[in-house]
């Protein structure tokens, strides 16, 4: 997005954009799928950001817990209700799309900037019920969930166990004199902790409990409980629910409890779509007992999207800022530079601008995978279910921590005022973060990962399972160590270099594995005392995956402008670079020492190429200056009267001597006196 009036905008910026190499509106067009999306994009920005009905009178950071939730209730109320009753709003998009971009964290993070109360029940409880409902129950739940009739969420997580699924205490006992299933929290650790929109707003979950039915444990599935009354919204008898308290961000989400007193829901209020209770108590096995666990699926895809858009906007601020800011002389007597020209600045930026293109390819052909699998005649979902659960583990880790970590080093590139809540980095980097913890903890998910690649591996796979597409290379020949320089420092001969490191890295893990075994030692054990060369084989595998998606992706790329196809050819070579100075290409013998100095010699041309470009990029990323929401980040480069204005709407500044001076100041410089 550019200023309106470019006679307002900061000079620096307006001369970065005169030197741009490449059509920006190409590669808007590219991130929005299309130039239809991004018409419906600007229309549905302009209806709700110029809507009174979504300002904030007060700027959120200065309201207490409870006004904040509030005010982003009030909104995300009122974005459904434009959605469901406003025809020109529904002219624009159609429900479903419209309601995808703003309870995503599209346009409605402009709008709901603290958290949005009702994003779980779109994000979460609505794909549960489209995933695991039978159809009779789709027709009776998803319209009126749909209609904002009933507001849900996922309630999964417990205080005592998050990660280990099969670890959670909650139960759902079957009794078939009543035809009921009897839910309890059976301990304190068995409390729900952590749901979104569970405290104060929804008032049913999709409740994840161990299932028992004619005595027997049947492991986690999906019910639906009602929580709070639909009229009075009071909590129900049996139910105790709130809120969790404050927390690093999205603090007005209402992340909830609930602790359950044996409370009785109908048979058919167990989600049956896969596994089934009869009326007698009958357990019907799904054709896998992990579909059940689908709705994270879907989720671990959104997440990569998301975090990509988090590092978008960062990215934004930071370079236009750094075009902006001018600090230091780079040749004394020559006067201050902007900071964007120094190397160390360009090698902080220009990354996560080909992060943002790397995410993007990647999550896409995720996306396509995830439809092929859950679309597909069942037979081939399941035979593909074991690695798209790998790849969306892998790459929502990858993109969880790539994105997180790029945002903090653009908060880092802003220097002081960085830290300012007015830059907008603070919010955008503790909702990033988060993306690393929920939907399965990184850590956690990389050792799914691994473990997925040393089964492959080491032919471990059970009779009929077939190793997936991306994890081939581990079958074929080992590429040639020896192959001439020109040949391994290609695209794709870099992209061989990780499959080498991750075909090494497995061998070493499972030579020590079998010899700790060997030794005595207990198999599980074993494994844990190799998780560390396992986790490194698991990130090996995904960023060659990404290095491979980011090449091919740009190789296919139709139809684009000569200038613009350099610009992501460079970002692209930018990428594998950047990642090549990764100790594993050398240690696995990819790359030699002057392999690493010829590479980072083009590495830092690259760089100064690249700079060039880089507000056009991130005005291409076209993101609205209310989304931005960013004193440092605005199109025009206003970057200083920004900063004033925002700092005068203070609270403390309302008033020249604080009432706190006459209560405590003034008696404590009396007393010294
Ligand atoms: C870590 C695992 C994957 C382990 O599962 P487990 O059943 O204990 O399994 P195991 O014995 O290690 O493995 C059994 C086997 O099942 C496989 N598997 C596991 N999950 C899936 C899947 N989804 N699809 C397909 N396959 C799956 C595993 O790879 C294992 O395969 P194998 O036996 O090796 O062939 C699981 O417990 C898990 O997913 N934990 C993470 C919990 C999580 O993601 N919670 C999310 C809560 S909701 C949330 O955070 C919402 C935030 C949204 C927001 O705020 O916006
Ligand atoms: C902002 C936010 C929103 C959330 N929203 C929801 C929601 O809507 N619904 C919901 O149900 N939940 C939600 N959660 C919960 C979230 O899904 C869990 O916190 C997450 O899955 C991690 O589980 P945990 O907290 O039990 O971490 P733990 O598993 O206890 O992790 C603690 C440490 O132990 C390590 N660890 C754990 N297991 C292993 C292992 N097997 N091997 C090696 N290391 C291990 C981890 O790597 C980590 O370092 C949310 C959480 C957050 C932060």
Not at 16 to 29: G, Q
Not at 99 to 115: C, E, F, P, Q, Y
Request: aromatic content about 8%; glycine content about 8%.
């Amino acid at each position: 997005m550019k200023p309106a009036a470019e006679n307002v905008c900061n000079p620096d910026l307006l001369k970065e954009r005169a030197h741009c190499r490449f059509i920006p509106e190409e590669i808007t067009h590219f991130l929005d799928n299309g130039s239809e999306n991004t018409k419906l994009r600007h229309k549905l920005e302009e209806y709700f950001l110029n809507n009174p009905l979504f300002d904030d009178d007060i700027p959120p950071d200065y309201l207490s817990h409870s006004e904040r939730y509030s005010n982003e209730l009030r909104k995300s109320c009122a974005m459904v209700q434009c959605f469901l009753n406003d025809p020109t709003v529904q002219n624009i998009a159609g429900q479903m799309e419209g309601v995808r971009m703003l309870m995503g964290n599209g346009l409605g993070s402009a709008i709901t900037k603290d958290g949005n109360p009702l994003a779980l029940h779109y994000v979460m409880f609505l794909p549960a019920l489209i995933s695991q409902a039978s159809q009779e129950q789709m027709a009776y739940w998803i319209g009126r969930a749909w209609a904002g009739q009933i507001i849900g969420t996922y309630a999964q997580t417990e205080l005592g166990h998050g990660s280990f699924l099969r670890g959670l205490e909650t139960t759902a006992t079957y009794d078939p004199d009543s035809e009921e299933f009897v839910l309890h929290s059976p301990t304190i650790t068995s409390i729900k902790w952590w749901p979104g929109g569970l405290g104060k707003t929804a008032n049913h979950a999709v409740v994840m409990a161990q299932l028992y039915t004619e005595g027997k444990c049947w492991g986690p599935h999906a019910f639906i409980v009602q929580l709070r009354d639909l009229d009075t919204h009071a909590s129900l008898p049996g139910i105790s629910v709130g809120e969790i308290g404050p927390r690093l961000g999205t603090n007005s989400q209402d992340n909830g409890f609930l602790r359950l007193h044996h409370v009785r829901i109908p048979r058919l209020h167990m989600l049956m779509q896969h596994a089934q209770v009869t009326k007698s108590g009958e357990y019907v096995q799904p054709a896998s007992s992990k579909l059940t666990y689908g709705t994270m699926v879907f989720v671990r895809v959104a997440i990569c999207f998301d975090a990509g858009r988090q590092l978008q906007r960062a990215v934004t601020i930071a370079t236009r800022y750094s075009a902006v800011r001018r600090q230091s002389e780079l040749v004394p007597g020559e006067g201050e530079v902007q900071v964007l020209d120094y190397q160390t600045q360009q090698h902080k930026l220009l990354p996560q601008l080909a992060t943002v293109f790397a995410v993007t390819f990647s999550a896409r052909r995720l996306w396509e995978t995830y439809n092929s699998v859950t679309h597909g005649p069942k037979e081939a979902q399941l035979a593909l279910l074991p690695e798209l659960h790998v790849l969306s583990c892998g790459l929502k880790a990858a993109c969880a921590s790539d994105c997180s970590l790029g945002c903090d080093v653009c908060r880092l590139a802003c220097g002081g005022h960085g830290y300012l809540a007015s830059s907008n980095l603070p919010r955008i980097v503790t909702a990033t973060t988060a993306t690393q913890t929920y939907e399965g903890e990184n850590t956690v998910m990389w050792l799914q990962v691994a473990r997925y690649l040393l089964k492959v591996y080491s032919d471990g796979l059970e009779s009929g399972e077939e190793a997936g597409p991306s994890v081939q290379f581990l079958r074929e020949p080992r590429p040639d160590l020896t192959a001439p320089s020109h040949a391994r420092l290609t695209n794709y001969g870099l992209v061989m270099g990780w499959r080498v490191a991750v075909v090494a890295l497995l061998q070493e893990a499972q030579q020590e594995l079998q010899r700790r075994v060997a030794a005595g030692q207990q198999p599980d054990r074993a494994r844990d005392a190799c998780s560390l060369t396992l986790v490194d084989a698991a990130q090996c595998y995904i960023r060659g995956h990404m290095c491979c998606q980011f090449v091919a992706g740009v190789d296919e790329l139709q139809g684009l402008s000569a200038g613009t196809t350099l610009v992501l050819q460079q970002l692209c070579r930018l990428y594998l670079l950047y990642h090549a100075s990764s100790s594993h290409l050398l240690r696995h013998g990819w790359l030699s020492g002057a392999d690493v100095s010829q590479l980072e010699a083009e590495y830092r041309a690259l760089l100064t190429e690249l700079r060039q470009d880089a507000v056009a990029l991130v005005d291409s990323f076209d993101i609205h200056d209310r989304i931005l929401n960013s004193t440092l980040g605005a199109a025009d480069g206003r970057v200083y009267d920004r900063l004033y204005e925002e700092a005068l709407k203070s609270p403390l500044n309302q008033q020249d001597v604080p009432d706190a001076f006459n209560k405590y100041l003034r008696p404590l410089l009396k007393s010294s006196l």
